[in-house]
């Protein structure tokens, strides 16, 4: 499928126990796996913005991360890339053209770091078009279920040429409206929804047109962390009957849908609806926009579509998502800490076994 372009809280793994051990870690390989033997602790670089940080950062996650011998330091984004660390890892979320190049410089001349994720990895997510084209190449079908995503339109121009634009492209109402770039404001993330070809006027390009799929109110919202998965439910937009379509007009504005605090995790759901996607499906999914997306730390928004058990549609990703007010991020992620100090640590473990190999040769 080609896009068009016109102008419970829940884990997948089970439940782990908090880890308490205080004892201090000054040495990164036997951290990890004593064939790899760590000289000391894993330093983190971060470049983070200030609500990212509060966010993700939180004292929870700093101190587990301290236990098993992690250390985050803030980057000086004044200061020369180069002239600071040691890092083993930097972590970021900027993709600004003077930070792009930093670090691009400092990828080359530091080989054995490892960024995650690459500056134009990241670019690829913040366009609505490309954001779902390796989703919709992928074509993924197997005996747990089909992965698609809901039929699309680009507009980036000229509301006036929207309605013949959707006729041509044989799009059916309702329709979700999108904006086109996804830079992780608020205002990205505003959707509004046109039921009649009156409303499509009223639309504001650029932005992204997606048939809407009913899905029984409920998306499955899906973190990436390396290998890891984990997946919580949420309120989404109702379905939209045949009677309320013919007797619905305009556009219908949400700021977003899938908020921290409409978890549906809790909720007395129809068994149909509440149905987590299968995991193998998940795990295919997620190795597959690994290897596409270039990207270890991301999240998809999915649906099932209503009346079937296996038929499935991404409608978003987000790279290393942020909280935005009182929307999901990483830190409402079930057992974040956990997860993303494993992770942390499994980055390292692959980088000294690159090391160990290349010792041999």
């Known amino acids: ?27 990164p ?9 760590v000289k000391r602790s894993i330093i983190v670089g971060y470049a983070l913005t200030s609500k990212k940080i509060k966010s993700f950062l939180q004292p929870k996650l700093e ?16 200061r020369p890339l180069s002239e600071q660390g040691p890092f083993d890892i930097v972590l970021h979320k900027q993709i600004g053209k003077e930070w792009r190049r930093i670090l691009e410089e400092f990828r080359l001349a530091h080989p054995d770091v490892t960024v995650l994720d690459p500056p134009d990895a990241i670019l690829h997510l913040r366009n609505r078009q490309s954001m779902l084209q390796c989703v ?28 013949e634009a959707v006729n041509k492209a044989g799009l059916r109402l309702p329709l979700v409206a999108k904006p086109l770039v996804a830079d992780g404001s608020a205002k990205s993330h505003e959707l509004s929804l046109a039921y009649d070809q009156h409303a499509l006027l009223k639309l504001e390009p650029p932005l992204v047109l997606q048939e809407f799929v009913n899905h029984g109110g409920v998306l499955f919202k899906v973190y ?30 949400f700021p977003r849908v899938s ?23 998940l795990e295919r999914l997620a190795k ?18 209503h009346g079937t058990r296996d ?21 409402k992620m079930p057992e974040y800490e956990h997860v993303f100090t494993d992770f942390l640590l499994s980055v390292v473990q692959s980088q000294c076994k690159k090391r160990a190999l290349a010792d041999q040769y």
Do not use: H, W
Not at 30 to 37: D, N
Not at 311 to 331: E, L, S
């Open 1 to 27: 499928m080609k896009l068009t372009d016109d102008n419970e809280e829940v884990t997948m793994n089970g439940t782990r126990e908090v880890e308490t051990a205080e004892e201090e870690i000054s040495s």
């Open 29 to 37: 390989c036997s951290l990890v796996i004593e064939e790899f033997p």
């Open 63 to 78: 101190g587990l991360a301290r236990n098993k011998g992690i250390l985050f330091v803030a980057i000086d984004q004044n």
């Open 136 to 163: 919709a190449d992928m074509n993924l079908s197997d005996s747990y279920g089909r992965v698609g995503v809901p039929k699309q339109l680009v507009i980036k121009r000229d509301a006036s040429s929207i309605p």
């Open 224 to 253: 990436i962390v390396g290998e890891a998965i984990r997946v919580v439910r949420r309120f989404s937009l109702p379905d939209v009957s045949r009677r309320e379509l013919s007797e619905a007009a305009g556009v219908f504005r």
């Open 259 to 281: 908020c921290a605090a409409a978890s549906a995790d809790e909720a007395d759901l129809d068994p149909n609806i509440a149905e987590l996607p299968p995991r193998p499906l």
């Open 288 to 305: 597959e926009l690994r290897r596409g997306l270039g990207l270890r730390l991301f999240n998809l928004d999915i649906i099932r579509e």
């Open 311 to 331: 038929r499935f549609y991404v409608i978003d990703i987000n790279y290393f998502p942020g909280k935005i007010k009182n929307f999901a991020g990483y830190g």
